[in-house]
């Protein structure tokens, strides 16, 4: 059954099956639709329209005719901002519909996705300001001729969006893209496709220009390689698995397509023994538990300095037991469930094979019971000791609510450690030295650190990791914009 309580989420789920927006049009496309399932209850919310490879040529054509013969990428800077907070103003108008929907479809708590609504919101604003900044540049090198750079936007960007944090990471991709004069089509995970699908919505009511912001539904290896693969499309920007990305990225290059990959990790976060515990237990269990454990930049590796190891390990243990796991659309739930049953049994077996490698569970390792909700996808925060670094729970991503806890002897220690990884996407450091804090900064193989936090996020920041954690271009900040834009070196000579 449904459980919608806002009156237009219960009449967007009503349509039966969910079109998707293709050229300024809602298309029931001629595959056969896709369930959205909420994993609270195992039911789904409803069906989603399926595109299949005609209809990704259409929806790419359509972006590229936006592109050659529409008003977007011609606009000034000014108007292309307005245009932008047009949109931005009915996604703030529209914060609490956003939110119940990404709920209903991922199984976060409320409050959280709530807050992803409102930093989805922020990043808008951010590029709908920074549209006004991109400029060019003149640099004066011959006394023969006038030299000077222009930027412009690079044609059709195909944004392939994971399940995990579904608005965001189509903000992330769609914003600076937009901003940036280009025309994008959006295909985000076919569990998932919800909220990209209610910004098309808001895209439309604000008279946005046809062709222009495009989201297609539809499973990855047929739908999202084709889009991908699809010779219109210039630019490819994915967030997901890092199989996946790897994949993609192999085809991609045999076009030269540019290619923007956000792939997984398995974050270091580290805690020594002069760090601030009452800051550093909360904010170390947070680290890993906030999202479920869903999310790329989770501190899933908790390194701890041998002299306060069993007081943080009691200070997480306790913290995982008061959280409040609940109905995700409940106000007071703290922890929701994970995105189905089926991975709930993958993060299950993960804990039970780590066990059979010797680790001990702490705290947590089953499902957990929910009165009302008895096929929801619950499991309680999980924490394991003893786990030899080598083995498999230590190394690869899990993704779910599963901390492991390494001791360390000391700083240089903790480096070695954290930098033994294939992954380099973020990393935490806890202590009341701040010259030691930064130096250990530098040293991390990761593209985000943070000090004596963990989680922390601003759309003027780069987010993104070195490693098999992603390419090497940033999400977010000024730096995500020129993964949009072409620059062209133009000489004039004197006359
Ligand atoms: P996934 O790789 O299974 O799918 C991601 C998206 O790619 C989905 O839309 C899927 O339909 C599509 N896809 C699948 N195969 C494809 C193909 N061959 N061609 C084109 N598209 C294809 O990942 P997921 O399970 O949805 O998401 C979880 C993963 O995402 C985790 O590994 C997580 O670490 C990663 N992630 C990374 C970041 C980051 O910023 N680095 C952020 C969030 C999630």
């Known amino acids: 059954m449904n459980r919608a309580r806002n009156a237009q989420v219960k009449e967007i789920c009503s349509a039966n099956p969910v079109p998707y927006f293709v050229d300024g049009m809602w298309s029931l496309g001629s595959a056969p639709a896709i369930a959205v399932i909420d994993p609270a209850n195992g039911q789904p919310v409803c069906e989603v329209a399926c595109a299949d490879e005609s209809e990704v040529d259409r929806a790419v054509r359509a972006a590229r005719q936006a592109f050659d013969h529409g008003p977007w990428p011609k606009l000034r800077p000014d108007e292309r901002a307005r245009a932008l907070e047009r949109w931005a103003n009915l996604v703030e108008r529209d914060s609490e519909v956003l939110a119940e929907l990404e709920t209903l479809q991922t199984g976060k708590p409320i409050r959280e996705s709530r807050g992803d609504v409102a930093r989805a919101l922020d990043g808008i604003r951010f590029y709908a300001a920074s549209a006004r900044n991109i400029r060019g540049e003149v640099i004066d090198v011959s006394d023969r001729h006038h030299s000077y750079v222009v930027s412009s936007p690079i044609g059709?960007?195909?944004?392939?969006?994971?399940?995990?944090?579904?608005?965001?990471?189509?903000?992330?991709?769609?914003?600076?893209?937009?901003?940036?004069?280009?025309?994008?089509?959006?295909?985000?995970?076919?569990?998932?496709?919800?909220?990209?699908?209610?910004?098309?919505?808001?895209?439309?009511?604000?008279?946005?220009?046809?062709?222009?912001?495009?989201?297609?539904?539809?499973?990855?290896?047929?739908?999202?390689?084709?889009?991908?693969?699809?010779?219109?499309?210039?630019?490819?920007?994915?967030?997901?698995?890092?199989?996946?990305?790897?994949?993609?990225?192999?085809?991609?290059?045999?076009?030269?397509?540019?290619?923007?990959?956000?792939?997984?990790?398995?974050?270091?976060?580290?805690?020594?023994?002069?760090?601030?515990?009452?800051?550093?237990?909360?904010?170390?269990?947070?680290?890993?538990?906030?999202?479920?454990?869903?999310?790329?930049?989770?501190g899933s590796r908790l390194l701890v300095e041998d002299a306060?190891?069993?007081q943080v390990v009691d200070g997480i243990i306790k913290h995982a037991e008061a959280m409040r796991i609940g109905d995700p659309l409940d106000e007071a739930t703290e922890f929701g469930c994970v995105t189905s049953l089926s991975h709930r049994d993958e993060l299950l077996g993960w804990v039970e094979r780590a066990v059979a490698d010797g680790a001990r569970v702490v705290t947590g390792g089953t499902s957990a019971d929910v009165p009302?909700?008895?096929?929801?996808?619950?499991?309680?925060?999980?924490?394991?000791?003893?786990?030899?670094?080598?083995?498999?729970?230590?190394?690869?991503?899990?993704?779910?609510?599963?901390?492991?806890?390494?001791?360390?002897?000391?700083?240089?220690?903790?480096?070695?450690?954290?930098?033994?990884?294939?992954?380099?996407?973020?990393?935490?450091?806890?202590?009341?030295?701040?010259?030691?804090?930064?130096?250990?900064?530098?040293?991390?193989?990761?593209?985000?650190?943070?000090?004596?936090?963990?989680?922390?996020?601003?759309?003027?920041?780069?987010?993104?990791?070195?490693?098999?954690?992603?390419?090497?271009?940033?999400?977010?900040?000024?730096?995500?914009?020129?993964?949009?834009?072409?620059?062209?070196?133009?000489?004039?000579?004197?006359?």
Not at 384 to 390: E, G, N, S
Not at 441 to 466: C, H, K, Q, S, T
């Open 372 to 495: 009302g909700l008895p096929n929801g996808a619950f499991m309680k925060p999980t924490v394991l000791v003893d786990v030899p670094a080598d083995a498999p729970i230590s190394c690869e991503e899990v993704f779910g609510p599963v901390l492991v806890v390494q001791r360390i002897k000391d700083a240089d220690h903790a480096v070695a450690l954290a930098n033994d990884s294939i992954f380099g996407l973020s990393a935490g450091v806890w202590t009341k030295n701040i010259g030691l804090a930064r130096d250990i900064a530098g040293r991390l193989e990761a593209g985000v650190v943070w000090i004596n936090d963990y989680g922390v996020f601003n759309p003027a920041m780069p987010f993104g990791g070195v490693k098999l954690s992603g390419s090497s271009h940033r999400e977010w900040s000024h730096l995500a914009l020129d993964a949009y834009l072409e620059h062209k070196s133009i000489w004039e000579a004197n006359s």
């Open 308 to 310: 306060v190891f069993d």
């Open 156 to 298: 059709v960007v195909a944004a392939i969006v994971p399940w995990n944090v579904p608005i965001v990471l189509t903000i992330s991709k769609a914003a600076p893209a937009l901003a940036a004069g280009n025309c994008v089509v959006v295909k985000p995970s076919q569990t998932t496709p919800l909220t990209a699908l209610h910004l098309a919505k808001l895209w439309e009511e604000a008279d946005l220009p046809r062709g222009v912001y495009n989201v297609i539904n539809g499973p990855g290896r047929s739908v999202g390689e084709a889009l991908c693969l699809h010779p219109l499309v210039t630019g490819i920007t994915f967030t997901g698995g890092t199989d996946t990305g790897l994949h993609l990225g192999e085809l991609a290059a045999r076009q030269n397509k540019r290619v923007m990959l956000e792939l997984g990790g398995k974050s270091p976060n580290i805690v020594l023994a002069d760090a601030d515990l009452q800051k550093a237990i909360p904010g170390s269990a947070n680290a890993i538990f906030y999202g479920q454990g869903q999310i790329c930049a989770a």
